[in-house]
Structure formats: C-alpha cells, structure tokens
C-alpha cells in the first residue's frame, strides 16, 4: 500500500513511523524546505497526561498515558523520566490545592523534599506536586531523530511540496494543522522563550503555579531552559508580543531570581490547530485520513492519533467501514 502523509509536523512524522512499521510504502510532502517551523518546533516537549488534566478532558489522559513509552521505544535516549515538579508561591498555595483536586498520579512534597528533588529550588517553596510517571523530550532533537529514522526505514520526503502536486497515492493521510480545510479549527497561540544561564539546574519540568499567569520551565540541554505558558485565542504568526515576554520573564524570575540574568536565546510562537472541545480527531473520508485538532498536547498525543490513523488505513473493509470507525473515535476522544 502506498501512503502520502501531507505535513512533517508531530503528527505527520508519528503517523508516518506508524504506516512505515506496518509495512506501507510512505512519502511525506512538506511545503517548509525542512524539518522545523511549524507548531511544532515551539513545543514544550512535556509528555505529562496527568498535569494536563488539571485544564483538559479524561481523553487526554487516556491517550497520552503511553506516549512516553512510544517515543522511548522508537527512540531510544529521546525522553528523560524525572516526571514533574509542580510548585507555588506560600500567597498561592491555594491554586495548589486546586491543581491536587482536579489531577491524580501525583504526591506531594514538603520544602525539604523539593530541595532534594532540585537543589538550586531549595527553600523558595514551601510545598509542591510531584509527578513521577511524567517524562519530557527536547521537541527539535526527536523531530529531527525521527526523520532520520524514517528516511532509514525508506520514508520518502518531499520537501518544498505542496501535496496536491503528488498523486498516485491509495491513501492520502492529512497532517496539516492550521492549513487543512476545516472551518471547525481555530487557532490558538503559544509563545515561548528560550533561556540560557549556567546559574541553575534543573532535572525536570517545573510547573510554578499563579491565579493569573502560570508558567512552565523544561530543562534542555548546555544550560537552556525553554520557558512557556501563553495560550492567545488568535492565529497570528508574529513575533512575541512585549506583553507576554514580560510576563514570561517575569514568571521566570519568580521560579528563580537567577532567571533575571539569562540571556534571552530564541523567541518563537507557534499557532496550535484546535477544535471547539480542545480534543483531537482522526476522520476518515473516502481514501484521506485527517488527524487534526492536537492542541497543546501534540507531542502527547500524537502517538496514540497516529496509531488511530494507522489502524483506520489498514482497515481490510474498505472506505465504509473507514467513515464508520471515524465516527467512533471522534466521540470517544
């Protein structure tokens, strides 16, 4: 079976591995002239199901529980499992208690505890959330892992190509995000610094919440840390807006004063497709397959959309059943 997947995005190159390992014949199309640009290059990375179900639906939990598994096992190195430190200032510690109420898989930790789990956070919070079973990746490091690996497994990839210059395909799989050609998508921005100073470690992400402007922190790699948190009603495509760099960095130097002399690395947004439930759908219409609507979670879903869509392509009953089975899994996700 020969397969085009349209977009090289996290959920073209996951549904791709997914075809390829199958036994497809798969080519992906990219209008972008490489690996990179797109939403996803300005993600977090943050494979962390039971956090996000303080603001998310059951579904997204359900689907992202094993996504550390997959990518650990389809790349092996990629993902570091030190779960997640969720934290507030002692004035905030109610928004704590709110965050325990609305998740599960967590313990909490006193000011002691969290020293031991990062040191250079020792006696600046008092009480904490401990997320051991979540794990986190370096987006741009696995994007660029994984097409390597599907180039060595014989994926094809067309750069510089817009999809509907490509034929001769018996099933066409639909990654394009913002650019598909559904009027249920919207928009929804993020932006995100990326930080450098020798001054701190971090082993996981930290989470530092506040009733106005809560903040995330993921540790990378030679002293950079990517520091996110916005989510703009908007599909523009501009560069950060002074208002939220202040907030950024003003929530980073709460998380540590340290953060007030990091040099400010990269600036980026990123317009993330989502449906008006925030949950993500694989529909199948005649021989195209959509995956779409991944929201802020497309690292930690879309594994588990992939394996969706995979399933709907092998389907051996045809286009009928194909319709049906979408039908199916737009209800249940």
């Given at each position: 079976?020969?397969?085009?997947v349209?977009?090289?995005?996290v959920?073209g190159l996951t549904?791709?591995?997914e075809l390829?390992?199958?036994?497809?014949?798969v080519t992906?199309a990219?209008?972008?002239?490489?690996?990179?640009?797109?939403a996803?290059w300005?993600a977090?990375?943050m494979?962390?199901?039971?956090?996000?179900?303080?603001?998310?639906?059951?579904?997204v939990l359900d689907l992202g529980?094993?996504?550390?598994?997959w990518?650990?096992a389809?790349?092996?190195?990629?993902v570091t499992?030190?779960?997640?430190?969720?934290?507030a200032?002692?004035?905030d510690a109610?928004e704590?208690d709110?965050?325990a109420?609305?998740t599960?898989g967590h313990?909490?930790?006193?000011?002691?505890?969290?020293?031991l789990l990062?040191?250079?956070?020792?006696?600046?919070?008092?009480?904490?959330l401990?997320?051991p079973?979540?794990?986190?990746?370096d987006?741009?490091?696995?994007m660029v892992a994984?097409?390597?690996r599907?180039?060595?497994m014989g994926?094809?990839?067309?750069?510089?190509?817009?999809?509907?210059?490509v034929?001769g395909?018996?099933?066409?799989?639909d990654c394009?995000g913002?650019a598909a050609?559904?009027?249920g998508?919207?928009?929804?921005r993020?932006?995100m610094?990326?930080?450098r100073?020798?001054d701190?470690?971090?082993?996981?992400?930290?989470?530092?919440?506040?009733p106005r402007?809560?903040l995330y922190?993921?540790?990378?790699?030679?002293?950079?840390?990517m520091?996110?948190?916005?989510m703009?009603e908007?599909q523009s495509?501009?560069?950060?807006?002074?208002?939220s760099m202040m907030e950024?960095?003003?929530?980073?130097?709460?998380?540590h004063?340290?953060?007030?002399e990091?040099?400010?690395?990269?600036?980026?947004?990123g317009?993330?497709?989502?449906?008006?439930?925030?949950?993500?759908r694989?529909?199948a219409?005649?021989s195209?397959?959509?995956?779409n609507?991944?929201?802020r979670?497309?690292?930690l879903?879309?594994?588990?959309?992939?394996?969706?869509?995979a399933?709907?392509?092998?389907?051996?009953?045809g286009?009928?059943?194909l319709?049906?089975?979408?039908d199916?899994?737009?209800r249940s996700?």
């Open positions: 079976m020969r397969v085009l349209k977009g090289a995005g959920a549904a791709a591995f390829a390992a199958r036994g497809a014949t992906v990219e209008t972008r002239h490489g690996i990179g640009g797109n996803s300005f977090g990375g494979l962390a199901p039971w956090c996000e179900r303080e603001s998310a639906e059951q579904p529980r094993d996504a550390a598994g990518w650990d389809v790349l092996p190195g990629q499992r030190a779960g997640t430190l969720v934290v200032a002692p004035r109610g704590l709110r965050f109420s609305r599960s313990r909490r930790v006193n000011e002691d505890e969290i020293a990062e040191t250079d956070l020792a006696g600046r919070f008092r009480r904490g401990l997320f079973d979540e794990a986190h990746l987006p741009r490091q696995a994984l097409h390597d599907l180039a060595a994926v094809e990839f067309r750069f510089g190509t817009h999809a509907r210059h034929s395909f018996d099933r066409r799989i394009t913002m050609e559904d009027d998508l919207r928009g929804v993020g932006e610094l990326i930080l100073t020798p701190i470690s971090l082993s996981r992400p930290v989470r530092l919440l506040h402007f809560p922190v993921v540790p990378r790699t030679d002293h950079r840390f520091v996110g948190a916005t703009i908007s495509t501009g560069p950060v807006t002074a208002r950024l960095l003003g929530a980073a130097y709460a998380l004063p340290a953060f007030g990091a040099g400010i690395i990269e600036t980026g947004a317009v993330r497709p989502a449906f008006p439930d925030n949950l993500p694989v529909e219409c005649g195209t397959v959509a995956i609507g991944l929201y979670h497309g690292f879903l879309a594994p588990a959309m992939a394996r969706q869509a399933d709907l392509v092998f389907n051996q009953d286009t009928k059943e319709t049906h089975e979408a199916g899994q737009r996700a």
